[in-house]
Each structure stands twice: as structure tokens, then as C-alpha cells.
């Protein structure tokens, strides 16, 4: 089974600035990651699929990077609604989710 | 608007059988799988099991595989999970959700809460 590890556990920011998230296979996924922000009390929403792509809908803030083991979810500006759990997702080898990232306003 | 609505919040003894349900409507039902996702109390996510309804093909998480059932009824769009033999440890929400693009999530029910208890 394809482990995914994300970092950090919890991000404190502020709205306005930039975000980083990383998630790490531990086998290559090629680009089969996908990204998803879930609030709380709600049903997560796919954000990117194919570690660059983002899915219908999704402002342009949010942007992927990566391919193999490594990737990042980058959020240029975070504005307040933004603040939730985000989950990467591998589709290479069944599928499987990271532990998520918090990121709250700091 | 594609949509997914699931069947109320259950509430089980161990031991007790289950079975949740997953309508989709707004698409063609029988062109995109149909996964659930379960998650425990202020945990995070974890998959299943898939089935298309196009030939009813299935795949479960190896975690999962032998403890719950996916299935599908075409004549009425809907999908279903289902325990023979519930545990305490099943408790948590289960969503279902549409594999669309890339054969990921890309719309999901609203969660059924499902708690096993004595």
C-alpha cells in the first residue's frame, strides 16, 4: 500500500499570506495526486487532480506541484474561507489519502 | 446539478447488520464510479471501496476488503454499503462520492453519520 505523508500537521497563517503543504508517497505515484480541503461539518471538495490540474470551479490562488514522491499544494494568497484540512489523494495504486494538513488563522 | 444524497444517521448495537445508501441523479449514473470514504471522529479520510455501475466491477481498500460490502442498483441510481456484523470501531461518517475526472472525487454526498454502540 502507497503511504502518503503530509507536513506539516498544523499550518498557523495569516490571511493575506502564502501556503505551503507537502505531501510525500512513499512509492511514486507519477502524477496521479490529487488535492482536496475539507471544513469542518462539510464533505471534502477536490481542488486539483494530477498534481497540477485544478478541478472546475477552483480559483486560481490554489495552485500543485510535483511528480514521483514529492508534491505541493500552494495557496498564493490565503484569503479566510481557505482556512480548513487539506488531503492529498494517490490514484497509482488503489487509492489512498495523506493524514491532512490544518491550516488555521494564526 | 449532479447530486449525491445519502440515507440518514444510524444508530447500531455490535453486532447488528447495516446497510447505507448513495443516490446520484444529474448524470448519467451508469458512465461514473461510485466510492465511499469513511471517516472516524476527528480523523482523516480513508477509502473504501469502488464500484462502477456500468458492469458492477468492485475494488476495496485492502483495509476494508471482508468487512463491508459495496453495491448498486442501476433501475434506481443508487449505491450501497453494507456490514453484516458491526464493531464500535465502525463508528464514524461515511461519504460516498462520484469518480469523475481523472477517476477521482469530484462530487460527494453529505456524510452518514453511522455510530455503533451498546
Known amino acids: 500500500e502507497i503511504v502518503l505523508t503530509q507536513s506539516p500537521a498544523t499550518l498557523s497563517l495569516s490571511p493575506g499570506e502564502r501556503a505551503t503543504l507537502s505531501c510525500r508517497a512513499s512509492q511514486s505515484v507519477s502524477s496521479y495526486l490529487a488535492w482536496y480541503q475539507q471544513k469542518p461539518g462539510q464533505a471534502p471538495r477536490l481542488l486539483i487532480y494530477?498534481?497540477?490540474n485544478r478541478a472546475t470551479g477552483i480559483p486560481a490562488r490554489f495552485s500543485g506541484f510535483g511528480s514521483g514522491t514529492d508534491f505541493t499544494l500552494t495557496i498564493r494568497r490565503l484569503e479566510p474561507e481557505d482556512f480548513a484540512v487539506y488531503y492529498c489523494q494517490q490514484r497509482s495504486n488503489f487509492l489512498t489519502f495523506g493524514g491532512g494538513t490544518k491550516v488555521e488563522i494564526k | 446539478d449532479v447530486q449525491l444524497v445519502q440515507s440518514g444517521a444510524e444508530v447500531k448495537k455490535p453486532g447488528e447488520s447495516l446497510k447505507i445508501s448513495c443516490k446520484g441523479s444529474?448524470?448519467?449514473?451508469?458512465?461514473?464510479?461510485i466510492g465511499w470514504v469513511r471517516q472516524m471522529p476527528g480523523k482523516g479520510l480513508e477509502w473504501v471501496a469502488v464500484i462502477h455501475p456500468g458492469d458492477s466491477e468492485t475494488r476495496y481498500s485492502p483495509s476494508f476488503q471482508g468487512q463491508v460490502t459495496i453495491s448498486v442498483d442501476k433501475s434506481i441510481t443508487t449505491a450501497y454499503l453494507q456490514w453484516r456484523s458491526l464493531k464500535a470501531s465502525d463508528t464514524a461518517i461515511y461519504y460516498c462520492?462520484?469518480?469523475?475526472?481523472?477517476?477521482?472525487?469530484?462530487?460527494w454526498g453529505q456524510g452518514t453519520l453511522v455510530t455503533v454502540s451498546s
Open positions: 462520492a462520484r469518480q469523475g475526472v481523472a477517476g477521482l472525487f469530484d462530487y
Open positions: 444529474g448524470y448519467n449514473f451508469v458512465n461514473s464510479g
Open positions: 494530477d498534481a497540477s
